[in-house]
Structure formats: structure tokens, C-alpha cells
């Protein structure tokens, strides 16, 4: 098992710019969910995706979109970004869709800030 | 809508003591599963414990053990024997049965394990 890495650690953007942040699952886990963690809150969840497709979503805008790869990698884009964007995004992985009651492993997040 | 609760901002307890941390949730839903998360300053959230809401047996992982209340929709934390790695924020966490359900977290508590 080599755990869940996102990429990068830190980032700066400007309001109304675009975002891509990146995460590579652990092997062989096909689910993948994406969460935003503001500061002193707990994480929301945006969403879910199963074997490439999207098969969850959170109550966030549809300018936060993402895509799964066969690889076991999978990406956040956010467009057009908003100073309320500023926050922690977890990348989280499970085996399947079945196993997700059994917990996700997480990784270490992407602090991104909005200036 | 499920909502979890966390009504302890902050806990303070001495190394080898005993400290409970709280969680309510509200919820309709009969079968579904609740979750502890802790997060050290490394921001990677880690699995503690597990309880499955069909299961009456409260559900213990060495030194972590809950006290889980159907009824009550009380979920609580023990933490036997405190030691200085457990300085951490910890995440109560309800999901609901079935696939592509996500993770519903409350904002947390931060704990502090004093020498």
C-alpha cells in the first residue's frame, strides 16, 4: 500500500482564476471523494467518483468538477475562484462503492488561499 | 438532511487519564454508520474507530472505545490511558447505507494531552 498523495502541498491563486489540484489513490482503490475543510470546520463533502464516473455530489457549484483516471489518480478543477474557496481539500480513497462504510483513507490535503 | 454535532470545542487531559469526547447526530435513516477521525497537525484525517447502527455491541479499538446510543442518537469517544500522540482535532462522522453516500462530519474537537 503506498497511501494517498496529493499534489501540491500549498497554493496561491487569484480571484477568478482557475485550479487544478491532484491525487493519487491508493492502489487498486476504485472510489475516490473529494472534500473542502475551512479553517476550524469540518470537512464538506463535493464529491464522489466510482470507476470514472461521478456517482456523488455535495451541495458546491457546478464551477467544481472532476475526473478519475484509470491509473488510480483523479483531479478537483475549480474555475472561476471565489476568496470563500480558501481551504484544505481532501483527497480520500476506498477499495469500492461497498467498502466506503468501512472508512476512506485519506491523504494529507491541499491547502489552497484565494487572494 | 443528517447533521452531527460536536459540542466541545476544546478538551484538555493529562497523559494516562481517561477523557470522552461527544457526538450527536440527527438523522431518519435506520441503518447507517457512524465514525471517529482524528487529525493531527499533519492535516491527514486517520480512521479511529468504526460503529455499524445495527450492531448493539459498542464497537472498541485497544485504548478507543464508544458509547453508542441509538435512541439517543449519542455517539461518544473514550479515550483510556491518554497519551501525547493523541494531541490531535477529532472528527466525529455519520454516513449513511448504501453506495456513493459521503461522509457527514461534525466540526470537531481539539484535544490536548498534557505531560
Known amino acids: 500500500e503506498t497511501g494517498v498523495t496529493q499534489s501540491p502541498t500549498h497554493l496561491i491563486k487569484t480571484r477568478g482564476q482557475q485550479v487544478t489540484l491532484r491525487c493519487s489513490s491508493q492502489?487498486?482503490?476504485?472510489?475516490v471523494s473529494w472534500y473542502q475543510q475551512a479553517l476550524g470546520q469540518g470537512p464538506q463533502f463535493i464529491f464522489q467518483y466510482y470507476r470514472e464516473e461521478e456517482n456523488g455530489r455535495g451541495n458546491f457549484p457546478p464551477r467544481f468538477s472532476g475526473l478519475q483516471f484509470p491509473n488510480y489518480s483523479s483531479e478537483l478543477n475549480v474555475n472561476a475562484l471565489e476568496l470563500d474557496d480558501s481551504a484544505l481539500y481532501l483527497c480520500?480513497?476506498?477499495?469500492?462503492?461497498?467498502?466506503?462504510?468501512?472508512?476512506?483513507?485519506f491523504g494529507s490535503g491541499t491547502r489552497l488561499t484565494v487572494v | 438532511a443528517q447533521t452531527v454535532t460536536q459540542s466541545q470545542p476544546e478538551m484538555s487531559v493529562q497523559e494516562a487519564e481517561t477523557v470522552t469526547l461527544s457526538c450527536t447526530y440527527d438523522t431518519s435513516e435506520n441503518n447507517y454508520y457512524l465514525f471517529w477521525y482524528k487529525q493531527p497537525p499533519s492535516r491527514q484525517m486517520i480512521l479511529v474507530i468504526r460503529q455499524e447502527a445495527y450492531k448493539q455491541q459498542n464497537a472498541t479499538e485497544n485504548r478507543f472505545s464508544v458509547n453508542f446510543q441509538k435512541a439517543a442518537k449519542s455517539f461518544s469517544l473514550k479515550i483510556s490511558d491518554s497519551q501525547l500522540g493523541d494531541t490531535a482535532m477529532y472528527f466525529c462522522a455519520f454516513m449513511k447505507h448504501g453506495t456513493g453516500y459521503a461522509l457527514n462530519f461534525g466540526k470537531g474537537t481539539s484535544l490536548l494531552v498534557t505531560p
Open positions: 492502489s487498486g482503490h476504485n472510489t
Open positions: 480520500a480513497s476506498s477499495l469500492d462503492s461497498r467498502t466506503t462504510s468501512y472508512g476512506y483513507t
